[in-house]
């Protein structure tokens, strides 16, 4: 089975910086997509950020030119630098990976989740 282990949350003021972390633990050959999805209360969980195994990147539109996803495919670890965050930055922020091998290629996983919190 495949476990993803998010670190890296906090709480931050409006304008400063994290890092989260995220560790794919399991035995796994390779990992197709790696993502950060955040949920707000009363929320539908969002996309922030995908990255394929190949570098091709996706951003939400209110992250762009803030956040940048990168991924170390040899350890299985993909990492979301947020800078100028701002207030309504702020949810829980969910590891995601789809395409893992040797699972069935189908299979989503997702993590915990961290707590991000930005004050004004």
């Known amino acids: 089975q495949v476990q993803l282990v998010e670190s890296g949350g906090g709480l931050v003021q409006a304008g400063g910086s994290l890092r989260l972390s995220c560790a794919a633990k399991?035995?796994?050959?390779?990992?197709?997509?790696m993502a950060w999805y955040r949920q707000t209360p009363g929320k539908q969980r969002e996309l922030v950020a995908t990255?394929?195994?190949?570098?091709?990147?996706n951003y939400a539109d209110s992250v762009k030119g803030r956040f940048t996803i990168s991924r170390d495919n040899a350890n299985n670890t993909v990492y979301l630098q947020m800078n100028s965050l701002k207030p309504e930055d702020t949810a829980v922020y969910y590891c995601n990976a789809k395409g893992v091998r040797p699972f069935p290629q189908d299979m989503n996983y997702w993590g915990k989740g961290t707590l991000v919190t930005v004050s004004s």
């Open positions: 399991g035995i796994i050959f390779s990992i197709n997509v």
């Open positions: 990255m394929t195994s190949g570098g091709i990147t």
